[in-house]
């Protein structure tokens, strides 16, 4: 069955630490990888990884995807009180998409 | 603001009940997804629709069904109601039909309350 792991599942770091957040996946026909902020309601997109983009940026979060450890990890340098979210990964894979558990991560002033 | 509208924003109702949720893309995507949260399950993918079609089922119950009609909006239906069927259901819209290479665009929600 298709899995979807994150870790840690919870963080709490002080502003201006530097997180690393992991997601990890077994899925048959992996198509592309998400990751996702939800606040408080809705999840807001951050980065989409395929095959033919495997690294993105966008101010101080970036995120790598590693296809052949089957896994990606979420960077955020110079963490904010702002960043304090629920961080979700996903994968697409065929006819479906799996979610991971997400990461909680606190960042305190 | 995503763009993407969702009716009503909370709804409580009893088991064995039928519910209908509402859901407005973005101007001009043609792809409707739902999803459902719930706080054991985690995010699941539902169904998906494009341009009135289905495309994709995922984790959706038999008890649960959708439909995207031609001016692009969507609901979705959930029958018999569980308790367990308490969660919050979002939809999400994108340009295309492809899930795997396309920006998804998440509504505000709706929650659900089984009683």
């Known amino acids: 069955e298709d899995k979807v792991v994150q870790s840690p599942l919870s963080l709490v770091v002080h502003e201006g630490d530097t997180v690393t957040l992991n997601c990890s996946y077994e899925?048959?026909?992996?198509?592309?990888l998400l990751w996702y902020k939800q606040e408080k309601k809705a999840p807001t997109f951050l980065f989409m990884l395929?095959?033919?983009?495997i690294e993105k940026k966008s101010g101080r979060l970036s995120s790598i995807l590693d296809k052949k450890e089957l896994s990606s990890i979420l960077n955020i340098t110079a963490t904010q009180t702002g960043d304090s979210a629920i961080y979700l990964c996903?994968?697409?894979?065929?006819?479906?998409?799996?979610f991971g558990a997400g990461t909680r991560l606190t960042v305190k002033p | 603001d995503s763009g993407v509208t969702q009716t009503p924003k909370h709804l409580i109702t009893a088991t064995g009940q039928r519910v209908t949720l509402r859901c407005s893309p973005r101007?001009?995507?043609?792809?409707v997804y739902w999803y459902q949260q719930s706080l054991d399950q985690g995010l699941q993918f539902l169904i998906q629709?494009?341009?009135?079609?289905?495309?994709a089922k995922g984790n959706i119950l038999e008890r649960f069904s959708a439909q995207q009609f031609p001016d692009l909006h969507s609901e979705l239906n959930l029958s018999s109601l569980e308790l367990g069927d308490s969660a919050l259901y979002f939809c999400a819209s994108s340009l295309s039909v492809d899930r795997g290479n396309n920006e998804q665009f998440f509504g505000p929600g709706t929650r659900l309350t089984v009683l």
């Open positions: 899925v048959t026909n992996f198509r592309s």
């Open positions: 101007s001009g995507d043609l792809s």
């Open positions: 629709y494009y341009n009135g079609e289905e495309r």
């Open positions: 395929t095959s033919s983009g």
């Open positions: 996903a994968v697409e894979s065929g006819n479906d998409m799996r």
